[in-house]
Nanobody, 114 residues
Framework: QVQFVESGGGLVQAGGSLRLSCTAS????????IGWYRQVPGKERELVAV???????NYADSVKGRFTISRDKVKNTVYLQMNSLKPEDTAVYYCNRFYQQFPWGQGTQVTVSS
């Protein structure tokens, strides 16, 4: 059974940085496009960043220039480096396959204080 595990969230002041990590049993990241998503209560989950099998990346306009997605093929881990954080980045962050998502993990809470 595929299970995604997200970690690295926390409480940070505006302007600060966090690095999120995503691992998954049963999924080889280098052969799948992997996305980072976020969700706030009452809103739909939104795509924040995606990294393709060729290490091509795409970002939501709201995070361009501040977030960087990367992949470590040895550790089979995908990261999301988040810099210049804003209060509106506060959300639960999840990772999953970009195409044909698997069941969602627990996510990791990111809270940015003003």
């Amino acid at each position: 059974q595929v299970q995604f595990v997200e970690s690295g969230g926390g409480l940070v002041q505006a302007g600060g940085s966090l690095r999120l990590s995503c691992t998954a049993s049963g999924v080889i990241f280098r052969t799948n496009s992997i996305g980072w998503y976020r969700q706030v209560p009452g809103k739909e989950r939104e795509l924040v960043a995606v990294i393709g099998t060729s290490l091509n990346t795409n970002y939501a306009d709201s995070v361009k220039g501040r977030f960087t997605i990367s992949r470590d093929k040895v550790k089979n881990t995908v990261y999301l480096q988040m810099n210049s954080l804003k209060p509106e980045d506060t959300a639960v962050y999840y990772c999953n396959r970009f195409y044909q998502q698997f069941p969602w993990g627990q996510g990791t809470q990111v809270t940015v204080s003003s």
